[in-house]
Each structure stands twice: as structure tokens, then as C-alpha cells.
């Protein structure tokens, strides 16, 4: 009798096989659950790092367009030639006389011209390019050479702003001369937000001008008490510039039209 008691306190201590399976199957579950959240913070962390990437690829692309269009000599020559391929619009702005812009990959040697260039990738997305184009003496005699800068685009506008009619327009000409704003409109592939960014362009001023500006803002002639006069101050009875306040300090200010 007391060995039947102690065989069965032993068989209650011990696991059945269907508890066995189901500490099994819990375990398995636990660690498959485990696995699939690591692997999902995995991939969440290299979203984020790749779409942090993908702004400062942005940003350094648009910081370029901003420091060169906005520092361009007075003789520059603009021009914008468009290309419909049926699914989109490409689009070429041609820059003349300026050899140094946009040297920004290093090694590129002087241009005759430079342009920024909206082609078909091979996935079918736009993608957006530096050409440096030399002439040789003939016509037909170019060497150009290519610098990336940006892909994954699926749409690339130009806009250009024309003092004379006071609107923005998508074409323009070499001879409509320079115009006063640039705009550019990106749209994305991957869905972010599209961009529209406005570049100032320096005005183009006749150096003749300038240099009688100069003299006449500059002029230095005694004043009673045999004081010279100052750069911009005014001699007792003369004439102020036209458009000029003799009490108030003429500022510039730059504001882009809106849309």
C-alpha cells in the first residue's frame, strides 16, 4: 500500500506528453514573434537611415542650383529646350558663358556651356544631370562630359519669371535676355512631398552705369569749414538722386512673386 501511494505522488510530479507539445509550440511561437519584430525594427532603422539619405542627396542638389544660379556673371545666356517623349516631358536649361559654374565634381575642366539636363532612366523615372559641353571649331565638333546629381523624379518643371509681362512662363529663349526669378518644381517617385524652389538671378547691369553711379554716390568736395565730404552725404543746395530720400537709407529688398 505505501508503494502505491509513493508511485502515484511520482507520476503527479512528472510531465505528460501533451504538456511537453504545448510548452513546445509556445516556445516556438514566443521565438517566431521575437524574430519577426527584430527583423521589423531592422528594416524600419535602414527606411529611415536610406530616407535621411535621400534628403541630404536633396538638399545638397538644390544647395548647388541655389549657389551658382544665384552668382552667375552679367553675360550669362539662358535658354530652355523641351523634349515630349510621349510619357514625359524633358527638359534642358542651356547655360552660355560661364565657364566656371557649377564646378562641383571636381576635376571638370572650363565649359562653353553648361546645362541641366532631365532624362528617362532606365526604370522609367527621371533622373537629373550636369553636361559640360566644349566646342571645337567645327559645328558639329562637341565633347561633353556628364556629372549625376539626382534620381528617382517623376516629374521636372522649369519656370521662368518675366519682368516685362509680370507672370511666370515655361519657355524661354536666349534672346528674352535674363530673367529675373528661376523656378524649379520636383516631383518624387516614392511619394514624398514635392519641392518648388525660386533662385534670384544677379540683374544685368551696363557697366557704364555703374561706374557713373559710383562717381556720383562717391563724390568727395569740401564743405564749409573746409570739411571734406563723406561718401553719400549731400552738399547744402544739391539736388538729391532721383528715387532717393535724402532722409532715408535706401534698402533692397528681394521678394519673389508668388505663383
Known amino acids: 500500500m505505501h508503494l502505491s501511494t509513493n508511485n502515484r505522488e511520482q507520476h503527479r510530479q512528472a510531465f505528460t506528453l501533451l504538456e511537453m507539445i ?39 542638389c538644390l544647395e548647388v542650383f541655389r549657389r551658382h544660379l544665384e ?22 536649361l542651356r547655360l552660355y558663358d560661364v565657364p566656371e559654374a557649377f564646378q562641383v565634381g571636381g576635376g571638370i575642366a572650363r565649359s562653353d556651356a553648361v546645362s541641366i539636363i532631365s532624362e528617362e532612366m532606365e526604370d522609367e523615372s527621371i533622373g537629373l544631370s550636369l553636361r559640360y559641353d566644349t566646342f571645337g571649331e567645327r559645328e558639329d565638333d562637341v565633347v561633353s562630359r556628364y556629372l549625376s546629381l539626382m534620381e528617382g523624379l517623376a516629374d521636372v518643371v522649369w ?42 538671378l544677379p540683374p544685368v547691369v551696363n557697366p557704364r ?23 553719400g552725404q549731400q552738399l547744402p543746395g544739391q539736388t538729391p538722386l532721383p528715387n532717393q530720400n535724402p532722409n532715408i537709407n535706401q534698402t533692397n529688398q528681394i521678394n519673389p512673386p508668388n505663383r
Open 71 to 92: 552668382s552667375l556673371p552679367g553675360n550669362a545666356r539662358f535658354e530652355l529646350l523641351s523634349e515630349d517623349t510621349g510619357t514625359d516631358s524633358l527638359s534642358e
Open 209 to 231: 552705369d555703374v561706374i557713373e553711379g559710383m562717381i556720383r554716390a562717391n563724390q568727395v568736395a569740401p564743405q564749409e569749414g573746409g570739411q571734406p565730404q563723406l561718401p
Open 22 to 60: 504545448l510548452v513546445m509550440v509556445l516556445t516556438g511561437l514566443l521565438a517566431v514573434s521575437a524574430f519577426a519584430l527584430t527583423n521589423a525594427a531592422i528594416e524600419m532603422s535602414a527606411e529611415v537611415g536610406k530616407d535621411q539619405q535621400r534628403t541630404l542627396e536633396i538638399q545638397r
Open 159 to 200: 519656370r521662368f519669371y518675366s519682368p516685362l509681362d509680370e507672370d511666370w512662363l515655361t519657355e524661354w529663349e536666349e534672346s528674352q535676355g535674363r530673367p529675373r526669378y528661376i523656378e524649379l518644381n520636383l516631383v518624387f517617385v516614392d511619394g514624398r512631398n514635392s519641392i518648388r524652389r525660386v533662385f534670384w
